[in-house]
């Protein structure tokens, strides 16, 4: 039995951690008025805002970041996964100060452009690619190559997950159960205002880890479905990993409908293996998008397939641009991550640093019996708060929100900064006693709530 | 225009002279033609977008300075490409890479707002006009939100684009870009043509086109679509068939005329947009749209994107009614670099810089048009330019259809195998001025053009 936690505590709490945050944070929120004038909403990203007050960045170095007021902060967020290879790591800075002085945009391939696929080819057992700037950009392309390939319009997307702010997927993203249907059948709903309802009707949508809905899909009308594009491992609803064998599956069924499977991997990718889900899950899907992490810092994403889909690519039925697609700052900078930085042997690293934080989170779940559980994989982790586990996005909707703003105010004022609501990442350059830090912000929010 | 005697293009000719610059390239480009062959084992096409492939053969770049370009067979070219127009700061300019060492040095990514933010977004405040700025990471990328904040706000599903305009590649904007004459259909109802394969025919009714410099027919749009239109996007001058600059009085017209029937008015400025001029085609023109969209040039050579609305276009993002988001947008690196370029190369002084080159540009050009008789005039605004092989004036997508490809890919190859890089892919003819660029470079232009004119007409 897990403990109930009393919700009207946890808003008292949340009251006194807020009140301190506005204490530390003066600058912040003066900047905000001043931002506000020339940026909408103060902000660059809908995501930057936060609740209740934005922080705005300085400066980072390693696993540490400053704010503006001059705090410091083990940094949790890395910018949503980016920055796995800690910030400013001197081989990133090193090739952006070479590139930068060679020029960085000609919009004509550069030699770096071809090592980065080289190494993405290694790693993720697709033997092409193409760069973009992006996820969404990414994950747009891997739409379009599907249906250009097949010929088909539909495409089935996974409830709950994030793919990228384009038309063709911005939908059941983060909505309300409540008007998207049955579980099994759930309807699109779009993540935002101004998006027609016509980019819902080629989609379709499933719970994820859940095959019979995709099985039921395909029977209906599987030969108009040109693929299904999922995050192999949810990273956008905390953590939620695969069933055994779900993926797997899902290549069979999809292979059998003449469907194509697309991963994306924007968050995954590097991150959980140095060949990301392919490795981990030894699935090989027919297309993979990845971004985030692979530029160590600076904006870029790539798409990848087999000959076969590529082909429309190849052969120009299917223009894929860009102006700034692989610019040679963005590859260079790839390139050191991926050659120099993100080699095979430091995931064991990442392995030790789970243990610490994972473990160690673990541990004070089960010691104050918190009503919640913790899925980890590598530098990526969450703790949902719900005792049962969460196997898809509806469960992740059903975890108390209260009380995990709460455990985030306690990281924030502990010195530690997490993004709100989506999984940690900590970095190579993240020390124990980095993540120690972590572990005792969280026992300081549990002592509080169980008090 | 003024009437005057032409030659015409003699086009076996051309064929017999393409035949020859093309055997004079190749043995500039051994590197590179044998490079293509590893990079194609592992990215599709040997290039990492279908536009960085410069017809006879892709060309590796290794590295640029300023106004010049060096390739891996260490061929020095002055730089007209630009990178599609986006390096009107100049190749490694000292201010740009001590800005971007900074960034590296102090962290390049947290997606978490930063100080250069404010200071870049009063920058464009000033330029064009409109209060209210947001980031993000490419052209593709600004029209996109453009396009979604009109629909946003009016509840409305249908837009309103021009014949043979480029807005990045989503899809909602993926249509009649440069559409196969066979499928376009009569010009008072131009067909909505797929640009690309894999676009559902769902996301085509969404779209309605109507040809660039002519009121009647956006008027004609609008009745036909009365309630259902949320708004149009314009690139204020067309910049993929050449520069074609706007009628007096159609931008205006336009804003009216999208106010009119409750619709919003966008400018594509991804191309024109602190090029032509300090504010743009908004301060060309005279015209301050609802929406502007900016890429390219702002970011100094880093991938980045802006759009700017009015207040009241942007209510339901800072409402957070609707969410305008992505992990890079207003990243550390690309707004030093972005505001170094805003505000300590891109300053009013660099626009008079371009002007004075691009009226030596001109007026080369014009002399040598002259001279041999052309079939063709120039145009051009600020950093931008082009010729365009047609006698008569090219006011839109369909009046581009009759010039002959050939034309513009000798013009190309000429100036290709005499050290000038254009960009590629033949009808685009755009040129691009750095603030780097010179009266000489200005007239190493003009004679290699000078050279291509002798030959054709020889």
């Known amino acids: 039995m897990t403990l109930k936690v009393d919700g009207a505590r946890v808003e008292q709490l949340t009251k006194e951690q807020v009140a301190l945050l506005a204490e530390r944070w003066p600058r912040s929120l003066a900047f905000a008025e001043r931002a506000g004038k020339a940026l909408a909403g103060g902000v660059s990203c809908a995501w930057h805002a936060l609740d209740p007050y934005t922080l705005y960045g300085d400066r980072g170095e390693g696993s540490k970041l400053w704010d503006v007021d001059g705090n410091e902060y083990v940094d949790l967020h890395n910018g949503y996964g980016v920055t796995i290879v800690g910030h400013a790591h001197p081989k990133v800075v090193e090739a952006v100060r070479r590139r930068v002085g060679l020029g960085t945009h000609f919009a004509l391939p550069t030699e770096d452009s071809v090592v980065v696929a080289e190494h993405l080819q290694e790693r993720f057992g697709l033997p092409l690619w193409r760069f973009k700037n992006t996820g969404s950009e990414a994950t747009m392309d891997a739409v379009r190559i599907m249906r250009a390939s097949t010929g088909r319009d539909l495409v089935i997307k996974v409830e709950g997950a994030y793919h990228g702010s384009a038309d063709g997927l911005a939908f059941s993203y983060w909505i309300d159960p409540a008007e998207a249907g049955p579980r099994d059948r759930p309807v699109p709903v779009a993540n935002t205002g101004g998006i027609p309802s016509a980019y819902a009707e080629p989609l379709r949508i499933v719970p994820y880890n859940d095959l019979a809905v995709v099985e039921r899909i395909l029977a209906d009308e599987g030969d108009r479905v040109a693929g299904m594009i999922l995050e192999p491992i949810m990273m956008n609803a905390g953590v939620i990993l695969p069933d055994q064998g779900y993926l797997a599956s899902l290549r069979e ?53 087999t000959e076969e889909v590529m082909r429309v690519v190849v052969d120009g039925t299917m223009e894929q641009e860009g102006t700034f697609n692989a610019n040679p700052l963005s590859v260079a900078a790839a390139r050191a991550v991926l050659a120099e930085i993100l080699t095979p042997d430091v995931y ?10 994972a473990g160690g989170i673990r541990d004070v779940v089960e010691r104050y019996d918190l009503p919640a559980t913790v ?77 | 225009m003024a009437v005057r005697e032409t030659v015409a293009f003699d086009l076996e000719r051309i064929d017999r002279l393409i035949e020859e610059e093309e055997a004079k390239l190749e043995p500039k480009h051994r590197a590179s033609l044998e490079y293509r062959k590893t990079a194609e084992r592992h990215v599709a096409g040997g290039v990492a977008s279908s536009w960085q492939d410069s017809p006879p053969h892709a060309i590796f770049v290794e590295r640029g300075q300023g106004n010049r370009l060096f390739d891996i067979d260490g061929n020095e070219y002055i730089d007209f490409h630009l990178g599609y127009g986006a390096m009107v700061v100049g190749h490694a300019h000292p201010r740009i890479v001590e800005a971007i060492e900074r960034a590296a040095r102090n962290g390049t990514h947290f997606a978490q707002p930063t100080r250069d933010l404010d200071v870049i977004g009063e920058n464009l405040a000033d330029r064009f006009g409109l209060p209210l700025w947001r980031f993000c990471n490419s052209g593709t990328e600004a029209t996109l939100e453009a396009v979604r904040l009109m629909r946003a706000n009016t509840g409305r599903d249908i837009i309103l ?64 679509n009365e309630g259902r239109i949320a708004g149009m996007i314009v690139e204020p001058a067309m910049m993929n068939c050449g520069v074609i600059m706007p009628e007096p009085g159609y931008l205006q017209g336009l804003k009216d005329l999208c106010h009119e029937h409750g619709a919003y008015l966008a400018f594509d400025e991804v191309k024109t947009g602190a090029t032509i001029a300090y504010g743009g085609a908004v301060e060309i023109f005279g015209v301050t749209p609802d929406i502007e969209c900016l890429a390219k040039a702002i970011g100094g050579g880093t991938p980045c994107g802006a759009i700017g609305a009015t207040e009241e276009l942007f209510g339901p993002v800072v409402r957070g009614e609707y969410d305008m988001a992505g992990t890079f ?62 006698a008569t004036p090219v006011r839109e997508y369909r009046d581009s259809i009759g010039v002959d490809e050939r034309i513009t890919y000798l013009a190309w190859l000429f100036q290709q195998n005499r050290g000038v890089f254009k960009s590629p892919w033949s009808k685009q003819e755009t040129w691009t001025l750095s603030v780097w660029h010179t009266q000489d470079d200005a007239r190493r232009y003009v004679e290699n053009f000078a050279a291509f004119a002798s030959a054709v007409t020889g």
């Open chain 2, 329 to 390: 947008n207003g990243n550390p690196l690309t707004m030093a670099a972005s505001r170094a370029a805003l505000t300590e190369v891109l300053t009013e002084d660099a626009y008079a810089t371009f002007d004075a080159v691009d009226a030596a540009m001109q007026e080369g050009l014009r002399a040598v048009i002259d001279e041999h008789r052309l079939p063709a005039y120039v145009t051009g605004v600020g950093a931008k330019g082009s010729v365009i092989y047609s």
């Open chain 2, 161 to 224: 684009k021009i014949e043979g305009t480029y807005h990045g590649h989503h899809d909602s904007l993926m249509f009649s870009v440069v559409p196969d004459p066979e499928k376009i259909g009569p010009r008072e109802h131009p067909v909505t043509v797929p640009q690309a394969m894999g676009l559902p025919r769902a996301f085509a009714d969404l779209v309605r086109v109507v040809p660039f410099n002519d009121l009647d027919e956006a008027r004609r749009a609008f009745q036909e």
């Open chain 1, 375 to 451: 899925v980890s994989i590598r530098c990526r982790g969450s703790v949902h708060f719900r005792a049962e586990p969460v196997r898809d996005f509806r469960d992740h909707v059903a975890t108390d929100g209260p009380l995990a703003h709460l455990a985030w105010l306690y990281q924030l004022n502990g010195g530690v900064f997490p993004p709100a609501g989506d999984p940690w990442t900590f970095s190579l350059a993240h020390t124990d006693e980095d993540l120690r830090r972590s572990v005792d912000a969280f026992e300081a929010f549990a002592a509080a709530v169980t008090a």
């Open chain 1, 253 to 305: 069924l999809l292979r059998r409908h003449g469907a194509l499977l697309a991963f994306d991997e924007v968050k995954t990718g590097v991150t959980i293996a140095p060949g990301g889900a392919v490795e981990w899950s030894g699935v090989t899907p027919d297309l993979v998008t990845l971004a985030k992490a692979i530029g160590g810092g600076i904006p870029i994403s790539a798409v990848g397939g």
């Open chain 1, 348 to 357: 064991g690293r990442f392995d030790q640093q789970e243990q610490v934080l």
